[in-house]
């Protein structure tokens, strides 16, 4: 990749991207942070003070502005798509937090301007690049080759379920049926995936974040991959039967990975383990090098069907995903 960084503009600086998109902007060397857009002059004027760059009120400035090349949306959903659109027409790459799509209608507009251009667009999808599920999806890959027979794929998470909608694609591809069920803003969903592999996910909106909350499985007779609050995965694999007679300590070896930081650098083990830092990475390589993202359009748009279907299952509409 080009040793000269990609300049970014920022349009947003709300709670979320102060605290985990911004300060992984420090450990990306292959970008910039040129100037930020701001709803208010109140917030542009903070922004301002904060991160030593120039700031507009409104983003309309900062896509005229030549020297930013890259813009990173950061806004509430319902407008992201409009906001991606027209920094895409202004000729900039876009790295779009997430959902960025969140109907048929957002995923027409930013296909049509992306048929005009050779602009990147990213949607921050974070949870694609995090360390634990990299390293899951490359063993359930591999583990795929080495056996028959469908997966089970669990996921329990409470709370931002878009990110594990597109995790469940990510790691067993397209859904064919959907059967829901909902109270309030829980939900519990089997899914048949065109492989044939099963899956089953579970959510609230979880109030206690100080909670453990996070778990990713995946099954066959022959193995187990589970992964915990992004932080630990366990590899069993033994398909040879083991009678209750039988175990002893060693008939249920398996590997297992933790995310490993120093004392003096843990406060910033999220920046790593939730993908946020290597998203970025993932968007200024994509830029100088012309490599296609890990999270797309499309992924975006397969996310936000998984996510309707869901919806209308719930509401007895069917079960079918289009």
Not at 232 to 238: A, N, P, Q, V, W
Request: charged fraction near 25%.
């Amino acid at each position: 990749m080009s040793e000269d960084p990609v300049r970014i503009g920022f349009i947003g600086a709300g709670q979320h991207a102060r605290s985990m998109l911004y300060p992984s902007l420090h450990f990306v060397p292959g970008v910039r942070l040129t100037a930020v857009a701001t709803r208010t002059v109140e917030s542009a004027a903070r922004a301002e003070m904060d991160f030593h760059v120039r700031c507009y009120v409104g983003h309309e400035r900062l896509l005229e502005d030549d020297e930013v090349e890259a813009v990173i949306v950061s806004v509430p959903g319902g407008v992201s798509a409009e906001l991606s659109a027209a920094a895409l027409s202004a000729g900039k790459h876009v790295l779009c937090e997430t959902p960025g799509i969140t109907s048929p209608e957002d995923a027409e507009r930013i296909g049509k301007v992306l048929a005009r251009t050779d602009r990147i667009y990213q949607v921050a999808f974070c949870l694609r690049y995090a360390p634990i599920y990299r390293k899951l999806k490359a063993l359930l890959d591999a583990w795929r080759t080495e056996g028959e027979g469908a997966f089970c794929l669990d996921i329990r998470y409470f709370e931002w379920i878009h990110h594990f909608y597109n995790m469940a694609l990510y790691l067993a591809g397209d859904v064919k049926g959907v059967h829901a069920w909902g109270q309030g803003k829980s939900r519990r969903v089997v899914l048949e995936f065109e492989n044939g592999d099963l899956g089953t996910i579970r959510s609230t909106a979880f109030q206690n974040h100080a909670i453990p909350y996070e778990e990713v499985e995946v099954t066959r007779p022959d193995g187990m991959l589970r992964a915990t609050d992004r932080s630990e995965l366990r590899h069993y694999r033994d398909p040879e039967a083991v009678s209750t007679r039988e175990m002893r300590f060693d008939t249920a070896g398996g590997t297992i990975w933790r995310n490993s930081t120093s004392v003096a650098y843990n406060r910033l083990n999220t920046l790593y383990a939730s993908g946020y830092a290597a998203e970025i990475e993932d968007f200024a390589e994509c830029i100088r090098a012309g490599k296609i993202p890990l999270s797309s359009l499309e992924d975006a748009a397969r996310t936000d069907v998984l996510r309707r279907a869901v919806e209308a299952s719930v509401k007895g509409r069917g079960s079918s995903v289009t």
